[in-house]
């Protein structure tokens, strides 16, 4: 597939001939209704490489305001916003099925498999993509991809001080 220098024109060729095993569609909570987009998961010989699309990020107009937002897999298998056995409605913007970070090995804060890198806002929009051999692909089936309305601080324990949950989307497998 590509070497471990991951030069970028053999891992170009290789995505766009394959496809992914998965996808997560993430939706904005009742509080950021706008958010949406995609996060598609490939496994390579490398480990999961994930590439994501999100739009209706909430912009921040100050020059050096936030617009930064951490992105996590959960643990839990629900975007509902109630909550599980009662249906009790969750606090507005709330994912209460969502658990915590997906932590398999109990590793702590931001050593979690399921901590990743920041989305980076562009208007409200945010693209990138990440390789980690963290986990593969089959793990996280059935777990969650979640949207924070702040930046991770990477050290605040046990999931980095990032804010709400502002979206949520189910890690589904593409058939």
């Not at 969650?144 to 979206?167: C, E, L, R, W, Y």
């Not at 989307?169 to 058939?175: A, C, S, V, Y």
């Amino acid at each position: 597939m590509f070497d471990s220098q991951g030069q970028f024109t053999e891992l170009y060729d290789w995505i766009t001939k394959t496809n992914p095993q998965a996808v997560a569609e993430v939706q904005g909570s009742s509080a950021e209704e706008d958010v949406n987009g995609l996060v598609y998961f490939y496994q390579t010989e490398m480990g999961a490489l994930l590439i994501w699309s999100i739009g209706g990020l909430p912009v921040n107009e100050e020059d050096c305001g936030s617009s930064i937002f951490a992105m996590h897999i959960h643990e839990g298998e629900s975007c509902s916003s109630t909550y599980e056995g009662d249906k009790t409605p969750a606090p507005t913007g709330a994912f209460p099925n969502a658990g915590g970070h997906y932590n398999p090995y109990g590793c702590p804060h931001p050593y979690h498999a399921g901590d990743l890198p920041p989305l980076f806002s562009n208007g409200g929009y945010a693209f990138g993509a990440v390789l980690t051999s963290r986990f593969g692909v089959e793990e996280v089936l059935g777990k969650v991809v979640i949207i924070h309305g702040g930046p991770d601080d990477f050290k605040t324990q046990p999931s980095g001080n990032s804010g709400p949950m502002i979206a949520c989307g189910p890690i589904r497998r593409i058939e």
